[in-house]
């Protein structure tokens, strides 16, 4: 996910924060004029009206959607979670036409320019999410609706004593179970070889998970394109580390 400045929550009430971090700083920055023109054209078309509760990218209690509802079909389901500008997910949706996608992310602008290349694309598999990932995934999705959960490159919060932001814990692996469908898998990438490591111990700890690899990582995802930020990490001599779990 992007790191990102502060945005004030809705109210000063301090009974209204989060009892828990979220993985993310959300910045309030400007959008380009034509990501403008994108929202205000298309915000209607891709974007889930997700009521909120106290904080900004919270989700109501009591809301909850149908994925076949959203997409108006029965199909597969995958979410990613902080999907910055799309490029995965688009390139997903474009190559699995038979499947749903949902992209879950809390920068605006991000999203504004998934969208605007999900209309160039005339992509109709595709919905975006502007909201905390965890509580879309735990309180809003049906339990057990989800094929695949993908998270790539998450912030690392690199500093020690950040690292209790990181998106991966053992409450996210006990989400992550119970939105997807039993079978279904959990993908996750990283540049950041220490949060690899937490990774694969909080899932290789958390129960009903399976590893889907043998040796020390998965293979790369064959299904995740090469992004530029993938390859920046690449060319400072970063390993790309894999990882894939099914719910038993």
């Known amino acids: 996910m992007t790191e990102q400045q502060p945005l004030p929550y809705k109210s000063f009430d301090p009974t209204t924060f989060r009892k828990k971090p979220v993985s993310f700083v959300r910045r309030s920055g400007r959008m380009t004029p034509s990501q403008e023109r994108a929202w205000a054209d298309h915000h209607e078309t891709y974007v889930l009206d997700i009521a909120h509760g106290p904080a900004a990218t919270s989700v109501a209690d009591g809301v909850h959607g149908d994925p076949e509802e959203i997409f108006g079909r029965t199909a597969p389901l995958v979410v990613e979670v902080g999907s910055g500008q799309g490029h995965a997910i688009l390139h997903a949706a474009e190559q699995r036409p038979d499947t749903n996608f949902l992209a879950v992310e809390v920068f605006r602008a991000g999203l504004a320019r998934t969208m605007i290349r999900a209309e160039v694309a005339a992509l109709d598999n595709l919905k975006l999410a502007e909201v905390n990932a965890p509580e879309l995934l735990e309180k809003y999705l049906p339990a057990g609706s989800v094929d695949e959960i993908w998270v790539f490159f998450p912030d690392p919060w690199k500093k020690v004593r950040h690292h209790k932001r990181r998106l991966v814990s053992d409450d996210f692996a006990r989400i992550a179970y119970g939105a997807l469908r039993p079978g279904g898998v959990l993908r996750l990438a990283t540049d950041w070889e220490d949060y690899a490591e937490q990774?694969?111990?909080?899932?290789?700890?958390?129960?009903?998970?399976?590893?889907?690899?043998?040796?020390?990582?998965?293979?790369?995802?064959d299904g995740r394109i090469l992004t530029a930020f993938e390859q920046k990490g690449i060319d400072v001599g970063r390993h790309i580390r894999d990882l894939t779990y099914r719910r038993a």
């Open 199 to 221: 990774m694969r111990e909080v899932l290789d700890a958390a129960d009903g998970f399976t590893r889907e690899f043998s040796g020390e990582w998965a293979d790369r995802f």
